[in-house]
């Protein structure tokens, strides 16, 4: 029998590259997606597959973060052997605008999904494993490199529910003992990553202004350094945890921290254009506490997973940078007037 796995955050950018991995080894993938009023669905239409089909192995399910009835329902259908905790309010900046909201989601989300997941055990006897999502930001100001025994010291209210949802997990695993599993993910990126990031909002203006749709980059702290990798590579290190012999936590990290600026620097060079040329600074993008410098060691996930990332920071970028070429190449020719940026 081929395995089945439920995944929170389907739509997002790394349920579309786990999406891609589960069903690769045969798993049989169920989504959850929320309800919204215009599609969400963009990152994962290449594997939607219809509901009229029958034998299908990618399964979509409307339900929320904030809504346990549904939560529950779509566990008792799904049935699945691995939960993978992904859905999230994951813009740091805005958790400070949304705090409540980001804490409800994300906080409260990971404890009414371990709760129903507890109850499904206790009465069906079934075995589930439990991916949670958790996030270098939860290291926030903490002294890099950060590994799985650094002390946690969040700085935004989305790395204070992010370590609230870290610690719900763990308590769940001691105390009804099951099989629940924290990433501890440094920040990775992609094509597919959300284009109001620092990566992704660079390398869509680098394509704008190569394509000429846009003149300025407006952007805020340029001295923030992260550890950045590719997704496709961190969503191999989510399945190997949860295929390890016992529950536990892992960082997945590149070990490389490169400052916002040098990712600049990269971005503009492999089109051969100069950044600061574009980059204007607009304190509109400033955090009220920032993390400053994120880089993190990732022995462990090595030697107890074999797992190592496989993308360097430059050929993530140039893979960045060249897909958004192409993109607004294809803006130009839908709609050659210059797009005014919004503010992100
Ligand atoms: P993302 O692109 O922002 O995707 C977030 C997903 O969560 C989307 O599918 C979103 O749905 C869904 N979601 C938001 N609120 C929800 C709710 N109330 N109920 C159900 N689903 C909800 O994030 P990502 O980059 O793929 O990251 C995946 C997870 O890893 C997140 O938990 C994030 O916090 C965490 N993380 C990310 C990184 C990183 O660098 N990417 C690093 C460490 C940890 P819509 O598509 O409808 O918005
Ligand atoms: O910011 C600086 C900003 O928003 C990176 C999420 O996936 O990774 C992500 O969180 C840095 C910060 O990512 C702009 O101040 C400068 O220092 O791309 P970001 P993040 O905050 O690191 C972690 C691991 C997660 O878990 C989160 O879910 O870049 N920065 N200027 C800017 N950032 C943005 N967004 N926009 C700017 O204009």
Not at 279 to 301: H, M, N, Q
Request: glycine share 6%.
């Amino acid at each position: 029998m081929s395995k089945s796995a439920l995944i929170t955050g389907i739509t997002g950018q790394d349920g579309s590259y786990l999406s891609e991995l589960l069903l690769a080894k045969g798993y049989t993938v169920h989504g959850i997606v929320r309800r919204s009023s215009s599609f969400n669905t963009a990152r994962i239409n290449h594997i939607y597959e219809d509901p009229h089909v029958s034998g299908r192995r990618l399964i979509l399910h409307y339900a929320d973060l904030t809504d346990s009835t549904g939560l529950r329902r779509v566990l008792e259908t799904a049935l699945p052997d691995e939960i993978y905790n992904l859905g999230a309010q994951s813009h740091v900046k805005v958790s400070f605008e949304n705090p409540e909201y980001t804490a409800d989601s994300v906080a409260v989300g990971t404890l009414r999904l371990l709760d129903c997941m507890r109850d499904h055990i206790e009465h069906t006897g079934r075995e589930v494993r439990f991916y949670q999502a958790g996030s270098s930001e939860m290291f926030g100001a903490a002294k890099p490199p950060q590994n799985e025994l650094t002390p946690f010291y969040p700085r935004s209210p989305y790395a204070v529910s992010k370590v609230a949802a870290h610690w719900y997990a763990v308590n769940y695993r001691e105390a009804y003992k099951l099989f629940i599993s924290n990433g501890l993910l440094f920040n990775h990126e992609s094509p597919r990553r959300g284009e109001t990031f620092v990566t992704r909002k660079i390398t869509r203006a680098v394509g704008r202004i190569k394509a000429g749709l846009q003149d300025k980059l407006f952007l805020g702290n340029l001295d923030a350094r992260r550890d950045w990798g590719f997704a496709g590579d961190y969503v191999e290190a989510m399945w190997r945890i949860l295929q390890h012999s016992e529950p536990d936590d892992f960082i997945a990290a590149t070990g490389e921290a490169h400052s916002v600026r040098e990712f600049l620097d990269e971005a503009f060079s492999h089109v051969n254009l100069d950044w600061q040329e574009y980059v204007e600074i607009d304190p509109l993008y400033f955090r009220p506490t920032e993390v400053d410098y994120l880089l993190g060691d990732p022995s462990k996930a090595r030697t107890k997973l074999g797992w190592r990332p496989k993308t360097t920071f430059r050929e993530l970028v140039q893979m960045m940078v060249d897909s958004d070429v192409r993109l607004a190449e294809e803006e130009r020719l839908i709609s050659p007037k210059k797009v005014v940026a919004a503010a992100r």
